[in-house]
């Protein structure tokens, strides 16, 4: 039961890991740049693609659009 829930958790990485090498981000921007408490544990579990909340999901994007200046939709960041 244990690989099950592996399965459903990791989802592989996710376009949020790919924009931000592109940038050279790294998860301390998003941390600094948030209005929003997050943490780099989010960040990362966000480009590991392990399963976020709705709610976190909006943080770590919101974040990634204030440090881009893009718009960026969740749809855009996750796969999931």
Do not use: W
């Not at 890991?17 to 600094?32: S, T, W």
């Not at 960040?43 to 200046?69: D, F, Q, W, Y």
């Amino acid at each position: 039961m244990e690989n099950m829930e592996d399965v459903v958790r990791n989802l592989g990485e996710q376009p949020i890991a790919r924009l931000m090498a592109e940038r050279g981000l790294k998860a301390q921007a998003l941390v600094a740049a948030s209005t929003e408490q997050i943490t780099h544990k989010m960040v990362s579990r966000a480009c590991k693609g392990r399963r976020l909340t709705p709610h976190v999901k909006i943080k770590v994007m919101n974040a990634l659009n204030k440090v881009t200046g893009m718009t960026y939709g969740v749809k855009d960041l996750f796969t999931y």
